[in-house]
């Protein structure tokens, strides 16, 4: 079974594609304002993991002007399918990690969107590979595999330059400074 990546460049996506091989990586350009700092990380990981890049341009309406995309990953979905379709891929992945707080990001939600997708008639699913990992587990492991470098490459805020401030920023900050220090210890 072909397996296709929705890839962000940001932690878990990342460490999904390093973990788990998928066989290519589809990148969405939905108008989102990182789409650029997005790309290059998403660039680089397709490069270092060998696998193929596809990449597809969506433009919704955004109804807040800090970015807020309601059910992104609705859109998302909808987007993969007809590239899972063309391409031959029997599953569409997703980064998800245990105890996401949105609502669409959840295991809940990849089983309504199986249900949604055999109602259509489609062959292809939905699965979130990591989805029963927590986000530190998830990213650990990768860094226990394929060290801390990737960690670097990736860009997880919404803003472009990253802010620095947001949830996103900080929790990417702190994965950082923690596994670096960790890294220097077990190097002395
Ligand atoms: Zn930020």
């Given at each position: 079974m072909r397996r296709l990546l929705l890839c962000s460049g940001g932690l878990d996506s990342s460490a999904v594609a390093l973990l788990y091989s998928p066989e290519a990586l589809l990148f969405v350009d939905?108008?989102?304002?990182?789409r650029g700092r997005e790309w290059k990380a998403v660039c680089h990981l397709s490069k270092l993991i060998h696998r193929p890049l596809i990449v597809r341009r969506v433009r919704p309406d955004y109804p807040c002007s800090h970015g807020y995309l309601p059910a992104r990953n609705l859109l998302l979905l909808s987007v993969a399918i007809p590239a899972a379709e063309r391409f031959g891929f029997g599953e569409i992945w997703f980064g998800f990690t245990k105890g996401?707080?949105?609502?669409?990001?959840t295991a809940e939600w990849i089983d309504k969107a199986n249900e949604l997708l055999q109602t259509e008639g489609l062959r292809v699913k939905v699965v979130a590979?990591?989805?029963?990992?927590s986000d530190s587990e998830l990213i650990i492991k990768a860094c226990e595999q394929?060290?801390?470098?990737w960690l670097l490459k990736t860009y997880s805020c919404m803003s472009a330059p990253a802010c620095g401030v947001c949830v996103k920023c900080h929790r990417r900050e702190t994965f950082i400074n923690h596994l670096i220090v960790e890294l220097k210890e077990g190097l002395k």
């Open positions: 939905y108008g989102q304002k990182a996401e707080v949105y609502g669409d990001a590979p990591a989805v029963t990992l394929f060290g801390v470098r």
